[in-house]
């Protein structure tokens, strides 16, 4: 949520801080801005809406200067419009960008009013300016004033400096919300996420929490919330421009459900050789925690904690490892019994999701036997703060709406399901025969991307549709969850899903002529528990499509649209059967015009309550 730039260089930055905004289109925004120190002061320029209006207003007056901040705001204390955009300035010579919240801003902008100042935004950024004018004029150098001033602020947040008088230098401050240092040669940046900076430089420091920085054209200075210089490692990514980019696809979302036979497949060979559970890929001590756990608590937002539903299915159904799932921000305000050897796992697309982040934190207070993260991004906060970490091999994930970061989640779970049974019953030939239908799913998947065509037509169907009913049983009710979550992510089409059980306790009385009902069919021994159910759908009058295998499809074509999935262990078909519904998703919201890539009132990485 929100993004943001900044650079020191011995160029114009303008266009570096555009581009970089245009990388982080995809967290979600509703106005951008920017603001360079100029040979005449300061400027600023605002917009509300996309990035490409900021830049319209930019081709009419151009910003020159080698220092500057740029930001995209995603609203949450003021409505969005020019007024509330980032930069917020204090004077003629101050401007700050900001991510997060600040909690106690109230009371901080009465203070601030009694000191005369005046407040242009409904925002709680803007008492920040003001704070950091404040500091400045009782005698503080700039980065005195901003330890100053982050002294008085309450909440999580990450905060960009630009002061006049001091025209080379750009001072950040990160606490619970991401931000990174860019290394270049000659020049140095500053953003919210790698992805802002891919096409200036590879080399990142990782901002820990605290910490300040203060940064040059040739020099990066860091010190610790007391202000205490500090060293922090370099690292280099792997992440390449061209995997930022859509290339031949009209999406991210499209881009990234086509690359999940891919991603699946790194994912699968780092953790299995030689048909076989790599264990030199887990370090001793996580395969020593994984011997003494008794129990898991999985902590999780959005579609990750739809990966631990299924997750809790996996362990408790193949290794009777009990297991309990939670959302990250229910779990933290709830009073939670800590069973002896409980294993408390956190699951993250970017390992920055502020309530996760904040659960993972408060479970390292508590008596769990370890923390562990899977998590697709190896640099994370999540990674970070965790005991041990179980590596997705995603690649970036741009589009709002997750895909192929969720299949490897699931990936990576069932592995570790695969490593908690070895302590049980799990022999060899199991594990060579669970692992042969793993490496299976590439192609398998690529089939199904191949049949795209059949999923457009349905598509037609549910265009003009206000609702829709998924219904799954057991291992697919996750999978329904996350059919729903995308169509009303991506077509705001009031979706939702059930246990196909559930029907007669209430949601049948949803159901009314022509209403779509998708179902997950597998087989398994629960089919005809379901195909029971579909009759009541049918009987009202609802429009079946019915995700099933080819022994189902004369019995359930009657009535229905039927789409045959490919053969696999009924324990894996969950990987599969979630392809067509991302699928079908992304087709009803090219048709129905929305915006794929960046839903309204969305953000991919959400790192504010």
Not at 55 to 84: C, D, F, M, V, Y
Not at 299 to 306: D, E, K, L, N
Not at 552 to 577: G, Q, R
Request: glycine share 6%; proline share 4%.
């Amino acid at each position: 949520m929100c993004g943001i730039v900044g650079a020191c260089a011995q160029r114009d930055v303008a266009p570096l801080l555009l581009a970089g905004l245009q990388h982080l289109e995809y967290r979600g925004y509703d106005s951008a801005g920017i603001a360079v120190i100029t040979q005449t002061g300061l400027q600023r320029y605002r917009a509300l809406g996309k990035v490409a209006q900021l830049e319209a207003l930019l081709e009419k007056n151009p910003l020159q200067g080698s220092t500057g901040i740029a930001h995209t705001r995603w609203a949450t204390h003021g409505r969005p419009s020019e007024t509330n955009a980032h930069p917020h300035t204090s004077g003629s010579d101050i401007a700050i960008v900001h991510n997060g919240i600040v909690e106690n801003y109230e009371i901080l902008r009465e203070k601030l009013i009694q000191q005369n100042y005046q407040f242009q935004s409904d925002t709680d950024t803007e008492i920040v300016a003001h704070l950091l004018h404040f500091s400045l004029s009782q005698g503080h150098s700039f980065l005195e004033a901003v330890h100053e001033v982050i002294k008085q602020l309450e909440g999580a947040y990450a905060i960009a400096f630009l002061y006049q008088k001091q025209p080379d230098t750009i001072i950040a401050v990160r606490k619970g919300s991401p931000l990174v240092v860019g290394c270049g040669v000659g020049e140095n940046f500053i953003a919210s996420d790698t992805l802002a900076l891919i096409p200036v430089t590879q080399q990142f420091i990782y901002l820990e929490e605290g910490d300040i920085a203060e940064i040059t054209r040739t020099q990066i200075r860091i010190f610790d919330h007391h202000l205490k210089s500090v060293d922090r490692p370099r690292h280099r990514t792997k992440v390449s421009h061209e995997m930022v980019t859509r290339g031949e696809y009209r999406h991210f979302m499209l881009k990234e459900i086509f690359e999940q036979p891919q991603a699946i497949l790194s994912t699968l060979t780092h953790y299995i050789q030689n048909d076989q559970l790599n264990l030199a890929a887990f370090s001793p001590e996580l395969l020593a925690i994984l011997e003494k756990t008794k129990r898991v608590q999985i902590v999780a937002c959005g579609t990750s904690f739809h990966a631990g539903l299924l997750a809790q299915h996996w362990f408790e159904s193949q290794v009777r490892l009990p297991t309990r799932v939670e959302v990250a921000s229910e779990w933290r305000y709830q009073t939670s019994l800590v069973e002896p050897d409980t294993l408390f796992i956190v699951i993250s697309q970017s390992g920055e999701t502020a309530d996760t982040l904040a659960a993972l934190k408060l479970a390292k207070t508590k008596n769990y036997l370890a923390r562990l993260a899977i998590c697709n991004v190896a640099e994370s906060s999540m990674v970070r703060e965790s005991d041990f970490s179980f590596l997705t091999f995603a690649g970036p994930e741009i589009g709002v709406a997750s895909t192929k970061a969720f299949t490897t989640q699931l990936v990576n779970l069932f592995l570790l399901m695969m490593l908690f049974s070895r302590r049980h019953d799990l022999n060899q030939v199991q594990e060579k025969l669970l692992i042969s239908q793993l490496l299976k799913l590439p192609d398998q998947i690529d089939i199904i991307l191949s049949r795209r065509a059949e999923l457009e037509n349905v598509a037609q169907a549910l265009v003009l549709q206000r609702h829709a009913l998924f219904l799954g049983k057991t291992l697919h009710y996750p999978i329904a969850l996350e059919g729903a979550l995308k169509l009303k992510e991506l077509t705001y089409i009031h979706a939702e899903a059930y246990p196909a059980g559930e029907l007669k306790h209430g949601p049948l009385a949803l159901v009314e002529t022509q209403m779509p009902v998708i179902a997950l069919v597998p087989q398994d021994g629960l089919t005809e528990k379901i195909k029971s159910n579909l009759q009541e759908v049918r009987a009202r009058g609802a429009k079946v499509f019915v995700l099933t295998q080819e022994a189902n499809k004369a019995s359930l074509a009657h009535d229905s649209t039927v789409f045959v999935m490919p053969e696999i262990l009924p324990v894996l078909s969950p990987m599969l059967y979630v392809i067509p519904l991302q699928l079908l998703a992304y087709e009803v919201a090219v048709l129905k015009g929305t915006d794929v890539d960046q839903p309204r009132n969305l953000a991919k990485s959400v790192t504010v309550e």
